[in-house]
């Protein structure tokens, strides 16, 4: 227990440095992050479509499923590192794409860029982003990939990968769950339409006291400007797209298979297909020169009823063969998650909301000690499962 909360308060965040060190579990961070969020804020990152069932369900499939280890076996050392499209990673464990990360917490892109580089990790960067790729980039020293969304239009998608690409970052994610936003119903009764889509004063009125309730958030968030535009989505005149104008360009974003033929144009380095749920779609994005593919429902955020993620993996694993890397997303909370998804087949997992909450309760240092958790969770679960190495998990310590 002390080795966990000194490697958390050496973090150097300013005034969070205290804060995530009383964090134990992911659990932990998350109250912390509903206590310092505004209602809307916290809510966009808790929530999930329609009533939540997928967003339920992925966690439960973990809770369902459980281990079977090797007692009476010593551990002395245990290894983490796997090999993702060609790098070595000191954990398992990816920071997965976060739209609007600036309301989590300002500077929330590079905030958690720079935790994922610290921790040897890889941090994707969403294209719905206040921060530009090229500033991401010079922030931090670990390995980025970007998301590619193609929201404004294939021109505009060409330019944020050209402008990735001269970056340096080294895989380009392609979401094809989303032709449209899902119905996140706690969005709407907190008001985002109004708050974040509307330019007139009146219709914001009745939500406003969610910003007011949390005058440091607010402080900080007006200190520095506001929402920033979408920096990586330029607008037909050239300029950063402003956040309240996006609402009339999302008609643009479905990605269809035949996008992936001039996305591979524009890319030469891997692309990794994100939001397969099903044999048939991992052949065709493998088909289409995906290099791995991310086992995904959104986190239960757009197509409510859909299964739970981990539920999908076997298929997934079955139906690749080898032929590209495969990795899930999806209720990753804790260590022995991330350990049950490699025993059914995965190289490594996405987290999102778990470095959010840390990202909305301490910004850098929150980041940081969610990794911090999950990484001192994976090598306990490894020694009380009797085995030394991620790489030598597999189905025989599961049910
Ligand atoms: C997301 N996710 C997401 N995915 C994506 O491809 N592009 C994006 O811009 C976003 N934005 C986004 C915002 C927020 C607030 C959340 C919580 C999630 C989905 C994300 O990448 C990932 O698939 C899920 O978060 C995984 O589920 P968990 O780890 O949050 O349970």
Redesign the pocket.
């Known amino acids: 227990m002390s080795k966990i909360i000194t490697s958390a308060t050496n973090i150097t965040g300013k005034r969070h440095r205290t804060l995530p060190a009383r964090a134990i579990a992911i659990e932990d961070l998350r109250l912390m992050a509903r206590r310092r969020l505004p209602k809307v804020v916290f809510d966009?990152?808790?929530g999930g479509a329609d009533a939540e069932v997928t967003?339920n369900a992925?966690?439960a499939a973990f809770d369902t499923l459980t281990f079977r280890p090797r007692h009476a076996v010593a551990v002395p050392q245990c290894n983490l590192q796997t090999r993702v499209l060609g790098r070595d990673l000191a954990l398992p464990v990816l920071l997965?794409?976060?739209?609007?990360?600036g309301l989590?917490h300002t500077g929330g892109e590079l905030a958690a860029a720079q935790a994922a580089s610290k921790a040897g990790t890889v941090y994707?960067l969403?294209?719905?982003?206040g921060q530009r790729i090229e500033e991401i980039r010079a922030g931090c020293a670990g390995s980025l990939w970007y998301?590619v969304?193609l929201l404004g239009g294939r021109e505009a998608a060409e330019a944020a990968i050209e402008r990735a690409k001269n970056a340096g970052f080294s895989a380009l994610?392609v979401?094809i769950?989303?032709p449209t936003n899902g119905n996140r119903e706690r969005d709407l009764r907190n008001g985002v339409l109004e708050l974040v889509f509307q330019d007139r004063l009146l219709p914001k009125i009745p939500f406003l006291w969610q910003l007011l309730a949390r005058p440091t958030w607010l402080a900080d968030f007006w200190r520095n400007g506001g929402m920033p535009p979408l920096q990586n989505v330029l607008s037909p005149g050239g300029g950063p797209t402003p956040i309240n104008k996006i609402g009339s360009i999302l008609t643009y974003q479905v990605t269809v298979w035949e996008d992936l033929r001039w996305i591979r144009a524009c890319w030469n380095g891997p692309i990794v297909v994100?939001?397969v749920l099903t044999g048939d779609d991992a052949r065709r994005a493998i088909y289409e020169g995906a290099g791995a593919v991310?086992v995904?429902?959104?986190?239960?955020?757009q197509l409510d009823g859909v299964q739970a993620?981990l539920r999908a993996l076997p298929e997934v694993v079955a139906a690749v063969n080898g032929e590209a890397e495969v990795m899930m997303?999806?209720?990753?909370?804790r260590g022995t998650d991330v350990i049950k998804a490699i025993c059914l087949g995965a190289r490594a997992?996405?987290?999102?909301?778990?470095?959010?909450y840390g990202l909305g309760a301490a910004g850098e240092a929150g980041v940081a000690r969610a990794l911090a958790i999950l990484r001192s969770d994976l090598d306990r679960t490894l020694r009380l499962l009797g085995c030394e190495s991620t790489a030598m998990l597999d189905r025989s310590y599961v049910d």
């Open positions: 966009y990152v808790d967003l992925n966690r997965a794409p976060v739209a609007y990360s989590i994707i969403s294209t719905l982003s998301q969304s994610v979401t769950d989303s994100k939001g991310v995904s429902n959104h986190g239960g955020r993620s997303d999806g209720g990753v909370r997992v996405l987290c999102g909301r778990a470095y959010a």
